[in-house]
């Protein structure tokens, strides 16, 4: 080590060093009592069952569905599939199951309403009086005959069909709703497990039929279980891939548990700052520790490989840490900085969960950066750290060798790597947002496999709903009112998408024939105001506690609610697109007051992918910015920071063409991965570039001769890298939840074409106006002289 060309920030890393290994029990001490302090956050974590936390503050979506929820009756619910094993619904045991389960759901806990088959509210004339009445009582004793009108009824009745019962009379619905007191985030859990055992012991008192069960409550209690599910399970197997990993890129058990060391101190430290923040875990924060631990691992990998490294060459303990951290120490700064402004760049995201995500990691990272370079030189003085033997072909002089091809080919290397990108990127456009929210969990989840029985035998999943103002108090008995609502409503039930629509056009219609003799003739809205006011106040009058209509009027009767449910299949694109349509149509026969906007949760996930592209869009400017100050910063040159975007946000393109062929699809999760990943794919830039740099610099080599010294000193740390943090982040794959599915399979490509885009773009790129003449052959050939005579 020459200390005349030595850099300042060099100087620093040695002194630095020298004192950190001159004690190092007192620094061990120091940094396992500030991560146990950071610890003491643990118990304070908590995990969220509300779907809501997917959407921010000031969504308009989530505002819009808000204000849906404080007009009309809440719609948190959950609904029980009832699907005899034989035949159809109506027969006396089926209906006597359907009967006491809607008895039975209203003792749920936080229940407030309970709709079904045999206790919808049928209105019918007996003479001048209208009589409202459950359509089924004392299933068991129903003849034949009673059983045949009853499904005639039922089926006929467009509340009922659709969307409580099928339309071949296959399958029924027992829809529970619950009004939250959101004093406790056991509530949903505690409901889910009520209603959970209420279906077990139906389908054991009736082993005719089977239960499934799926709506809000369920969903929001799948997203908790999911997350609790992946914590369980992800990170011992993510520990169990990093030992695998660093056992073979070390071999060296000393040195594999001086990294492990490093990696569970972070990650601790990570999750316990995550709770003295107050964060509420979910399914997308629960990896947090999982990525932590994937990424502290390579700024370890570096440090070890390069003091194995200078041990093999016959320097002391000291004085190969010492090495090790002032050839990395640029280097890992630089992508700590630099992975935590990616992941700092989550906080654009209209998400909120993401936010938690980003902070989690960026905690978790900037503790990894501390304890590097302190807890980590101190422990490797104290371990019996041996560097094992290089075997002969090791993989530092394949790269060698590598390195010196591409010198030789650099011209024709850049023309390949760009077409094959521009092959790639072309396909992007071929890329579709979708978010599906039954789909964000596979088919090992209950949730997921009931929800899917739900579509296929009773009815739709996605909600789009409208409330539609009247203009006035009691403004919903104008005739005029309610033929636009009439008109609206048929129009929904004619889309294509469209499974069942819920109006209060269908309840004037059929009072307004039952007071007419149930004269079919009349099943129209009133001519008069008066009438229909009078038909509304009589109906009220005669329905029971608890099953009035402010699921549907509003209070002070001056707006309805219009509820129409989705196919199942059915994509956001086009959700959306049927959203266009409606607004279309409200703008063509609507009158000024009636223009609604949609809400509900099926409007909210419809759109939450684009404002999620758009808002992320900020934060990739950001995220561009400040990390290619750092890189000009730390490499000292402003065209080799600004080269080095090109080999980092060209893999992530890539990596979006690729899946644009492979899947076509992308949720949530594509907007997340493009900041994300440009802070991880940039680590191994940075030690490219910070050897070819200090090759230059120190040694005075030429460029050819400085890509094959990078290539030999760094390639297999990054290989190794690489290797670890692909790993890593497939593991993530492994999670029952897509988002987390996606987030981790497409940071593990671009990781891998970010791999080879520096293995090949970044050289070629280094190298790009040189030609490749005689000098450079000479200059290659004294560098393999230097070499074998070392």
Not at 72 to 80: E, G, H, I, Q, T
Not at 337 to 348: D, H, P, V
Not at 661 to 683: E, H, P, Q, T
Request: hydrophobic share 50%.
């Amino acid at each position: 080590m020459d200390r005349d060309r030595l850099t300042p920030l060099d100087r620093f890393a040695v002194a630095w060093t020298g004192r950190v290994i001159r004690r190092p029990g007192w620094v061990i001490a120091a940094a396992l009592a500030a991560v146990l302090a950071a610890a003491t956050g643990i118990p304070q974590l908590r995990f969220s069952n509300d779907y809501r936390i997917y959407f921010g503050p000031q969504n308009p979506e989530l505002l819009a569905f808000e204000a849906l929820q404080a007009t009309y009756a809440k719609s948190d619910n959950v609904l029980f599939v009832v699907m005899p094993k034989e035949g159809e619904v109506f027969t006396p045991r089926v209906l006597a199951a359907i009967e006491e389960l809607t008895a039975a759901a209203w003792q749920l806990p936080y229940a407030s309403r309970v709709d079904s088959l045999t206790n919808f509210q049928h209105s019918s004339a007996e003479g001048d009086e209208l009589t409202v009445a459950d359509l089924v009582r004392g299933a068991r004793d129903l003849g034949r005959d009673e059983l045949a009108e009853k499904r005639r009824i039922a089926l006929a009745e467009p509340a009922l069909a659709g969307l409580l019962l099928s339309p071949d009379a296959g399958a029924a619905g027992v829809n529970a709703v619950f009004q939250f007191p959101q004093e406790s985030l056991a509530e949903v859990p505690e409901t889910a497990a009520a209603a959970r055992a209420l279906a077990r012991r139906i389908a054991a008192e009736y082993p005719e039929v089977e239960l499934a069960l799926s709506g809000v409550a369920m969903l929001n209690n799948a997203f908790s279980e999911a997350g609790r599910r992946d914590a369980a399970t992800l990170m011992p197997l993510m520990l169990g891939v990093l030992i695998l990993f660093m056992l073979i890129t070390l071999r060296s058990f000393w040195a594999s548990v001086a990294t492990l060391s490093l990696v569970a101190l972070s990650a601790t430290a990570a999750v316990g700052l995550a709770g003295r923040l107050g964060i509420l875990l979910n399914p997308v924060a629960v990896t947090a520790p999982t990525i932590v631990m994937t990424l502290a691992i390579a700024d370890a990998v570096h440090l070890l490989t390069s003091m194995l490294a200078a041990l093999r060459e016959g320097a002391g303990k000291a004085a190969a840490v010492v090495e090790s951290v002032r050839l990395n120490f640029v280097a890992v700064v630089v992508t700590s900085l630099s992975t935590m402004a990616g992941f700092l760049s989550l906080r654009f995201s209209d998400a909120p969960p993401f936010h938690d995500l980003g902070t989690i990691v960026a905690l978790g990272i900037a503790a990894a950066l501390v304890l590097s370079l302190t807890f980590l030189p101190a422990l490797l003085i104290l371990l019996p750290i041996r560097a094992p033997a290089r075997g002969a072909g090791a993989l530092p002089e394949r790269l060698d060798r590598f390195g010196g091809w591409i010198a030789r080919h650099h011209r024709r290397v850049l023309a390949a790597a760009a077409a094959t990108a521009a092959a790639a990127i072309g396909c992007m456009p071929l890329l579709e947002l979708n978010d599906q929210w039954v789909e964000y969990f596979d088919r090992r989840v209950e949730f997921r496999r009931h929800a899917e029985l739900t579509d296929r035998y009773l009815t739709g999943l996605y909600l789009v709903e409208w409330s539609l103002p009247a203009g006035e108090v009691d403004g919903v008995s104008d005739p005029a009112y309610l033929r636009v609502l009439e008109a609206f409503t048929g129009w929904l039930r004619a889309q294509p998408e469209v499974r069942h629509v819920a109006s209060y056009a269908d309840v004037v219609k059929r009072l307004n024939r039952n007071l007419h003799g149930d004269d079919e003739a009349y099943d129209r809205i009133p001519d008069e105001r008066r009438a229909a006011a009078q038909y509304l106040l009589l109906y009220e009058l005669s329905l029971p506690y608890g099953l009035d209509l402010t699921d549907r009027v509003a209070v002070d009767r001056s707006a309805t609610r219009v509820t129409a449910t989705l196919d199942g299949d059915v994509t956001t694109r086009e959700t959306r697109a049927l959203l266009h349509r409606a607004k279309d149509v409200l703008a063509r026969q609507a009158p000024p007051a009636m223009r609604a906007e949609a809400s509900g949760p099926g409007v909210m996930f419809a759109r939450i992918s684009q404002r999620n592209v758009d808002s992320m869009l900020r934060g990739n400017v950001l995220a561009v910015i400040l990390i290619a100050a750092v890189m000009v910063l730390a490499l000292r040159s402003l065209g080799l920071g600004l080269l080095s975007l090109v080999p980092n946000t060209i893999p992530i393109l890539m990596t979006f063409g690729f899946w644009a062929l492979v899947a076509g699809r992308v949720g949530m999760a594509g907007a997340m991965v493009s900041v994300s990943a440009l802070g991880i794919v940039v680590d191994d830039t940075v030690h490219f570039l910070t050897k070819y740099a200090r090759a230059r610099r120190e040694r005075g080599l030429g460029r050819p001769a400085a890509v094959r010294h990078a290539f030999r000193t760094v390639g297999s740390a990054i290989v190794s890298t690489t290797a670890i943090l692909s790993a890593g982040f497939l593991a993530l794959a492994l999670s029952t939840f897509r988002i987390n599915f996606e987030l981790g399979l497409l940071t593990a490509i671009a990781l891998l074409l970010a791999l080879a885009a520096d293995f090949t773009l970044l050289p070629a790129l280094l190298l790009w106006g040189r030609r490749a003449d005689e000098s450079t052959e000479k200059e290659i050939a004294s560098h393999e002289t230097a070499l074998a005579r070392s």
